[in-house]
């Protein structure tokens, strides 16, 4: 099964998740796609259906949704930051190549 990426500017990328997570998008995405997946209670998106996803108006609730996961984001990280037992990150601990993530889980 292809994996399809949503891309998007370092600065939208909480708008984005905010579009993607908002329970009214996954209503419709079950309306546009019922029945491509696997399973009746998971969804399977081709990536024309992901680019007419509906946007909301620019506004005070799109940036209170997108700030409310930064923070959410943000607090998670440290959290497991904490328990790791490492200076808080802020995502800055992502392998970047095969081979890196190849020396981190010992193969």
Known sequence: MPT??????????????????APPVSAWAFGEAAGAALSSDALRLRASQ???????????????????????????????????GRPNSAVG?????????SRRSGR
């Open 50 to 84: 992901i680019a007419a996803i509906p946007l909301p108006p620019p506004g005070a609730a799109w940036d209170a949704a997108a700030t409310i996961l930064a923070d959410t984001a943000h607090s998670a990280d440290a959290d497991a930051a904490d328990a790791a």
């Open 4 to 21: 399809i990426a949503v891309t998007a500017p370092p600065e939208a990328l909480d708008h984005l998740l905010a579009v993607l997570l």
């Open 93 to 101: 601990d992502v392998p970047r190549s095969a081979e890196t993530c």
